[in-house]
């Protein structure tokens, strides 16, 4: 069982800049991906970015691509997201996901810190 703690949201205003954290506790064994996602009031949750445990390949979606930066620190059990020239559309609640290899959908979930970008 793996737990997953965000932080790291606040409000800023548009064209600003965060840095959100994951810890990641307890059994951490396999090989994972870590993943960002979002959800904005009354939308779905969307996938952000994504780095692999090992290989640290990344992936984002378009509407983030050369703002956001996913990084891994593996010793410290720690996933960040720096967040870059943020927009309003950016806002929302932040989530950190674990998917195993090999697995079909991401498992684990922390439960969110909220982003607001607003003049």
């Known amino acids: 069982q793996v737990q997953l703690a965000e932080s790291g949201g606040g409000s800023v205003r548009p064209g600003g800049s965060l840095r959100l954290s994951c810890a990641i506790s307890?059994?951490?064994?396999?090989?994972?991906?870590m993943g960002w996602f979002r959800q904005a009031p009354g939308k779905e949750r969307e996938f952000v970015a994504s780095v692999a445990q090992i290989t640290s390949v990344t992936s984002y979606a378009d509407s983030v691509k050369g703002r956001f930066t996913i990084s891994r620190d593996n010793g410290k059990k720690m996933v960040y997201l720096q967040m870059d020239s943020l927009k309003p559309e950016d806002t929302g609640v932040y989530y950190c996901?674990?998917?195993?290899?090999?697995?079909?959908?991401?498992?684990?979930w922390g439960r969110g810190t909220q982003v607001t970008v607003s003049a």
């Open positions: 307890g059994r951490t064994s396999s090989s994972y991906l």
């Open positions: 996901a674990r998917k195993l290899d090999g697995s079909a959908d991401y498992d684990s």
